[in-house]
T-cell receptor, first 118, second 110 residues
Framework: GAVVSQHPSWVICKSGTSVKIECRSL??????MFWYRQFPKQSLMLMAT?????????EQGVEKDKFLINHASLTLSTLTVTSAHPEDSSFYIC??????????????FGEGSRLTVL | AQRVTQPEKLLSVFKGAPVELKCNYS??????LFWYVQYSRQRLQLLLR??SRESIKGFTADLNKGETSFHLKKPFAQEEDSAMYYC????????????FGQGTTLQVKP
């Protein structure tokens, strides 16, 4: 089956530093990837839609300068949390859809990346 | 605005009992609904979608446009069904982004 991999799975950083999280589709091409944020015992909140070769589309209330998204290839999207602060601590999850199912269809999820900002 | 509502945070049943996880949606377009499941320490995975109208692991869900619902049902719960269940709405358009409900934890007791 289709696999989406995230790295790192856990990261701890100091306040004010930037952290990059990678999301890779291992065995399929994904023109679109989605980044979600999940607070403890809460649902997944869509942050942005990452489009290969173009700018990401951010959901209302999500700061694009804070959460930089780059989707440079059909198999890789990165989320950079810039100047991280403790309130950015969260579980970040990416997901991807196969190119052939790009308008609808099953989303494949990464294992998530837990960010802790001290 | 589009929204997915799962009214129950926790649903606890005994093994062999019927299960119904409720999901209601609000969307002006043509809805495409999914149920995703997250077992302990595993990633989210698709359980079923309304388009396919199939039964997966004994679970079924019927889209009721009149009631704007997509409840998940299983006649006889098993302990291995214990997990977090998310109802999700795919928005039509060229991105097909997925909006999730709050999730329901299903606990099946022996």
């Amino acid at each position: 089956g289709a696999v989406v991999s995230q790295h790192p799975s856990w990261v701890i950083c100091k306040s004010g530093t930037s952290v990059k999280i990678e999301c890779r589709s291992l065995d399929f091409q994904a023109t679109t990837m989605f980044w979600y944020r999940q607070f403890p015992k809460q649902s997944l909140m869509l942050m942005a839609t990452s489009n290969e070769g173009s700018k990401a589309t951010y959901e209302q209330g999500v700061e694009k300068d804070k959460f930089l998204i780059n989707h440079a290839s059909l198999t890789l999207s990165t989320l950079t949390v810039t100047s991280a602060h403790p309130e950015d601590s969260s579980f970040y999850i990416c997901s991807a859809r196969m190119f052939r199912d790009r308008h609808t269809g099953e989303l494949f999820f990464g294992e998530g990346s837990r960010l802790t900002v001290l | 605005a589009q929204r997915v509502t799962q009214p129950e945070k926790l649903l606890s049943v005994f093994k062999g009992a019927p299960v119904e996880l409720k999901c209601n949606y609000s969307y002006s377009g043509s809805p495409e609904l999914f149920w995703y499941v997250q077992y302990s320490r595993q990633r989210l995975q698709l359980l079923l979608r309304h388009i396919s109208r199939e039964s997966i692991k004994g679970f079924t869900a019927d889209l009721n446009k009149g009631e704007t619902s997509f409840h998940l049902k299983k006649p006889f719960a098993q302990e291995e069904d214990s997990a977090m269940y998310y109802c999700a709405l795919s928005l039509s358009g060229n991105t097909g982004k997925l909006i999730f409900g709050q999730g329901t934890t299903l606990q099946v007791k022996p």
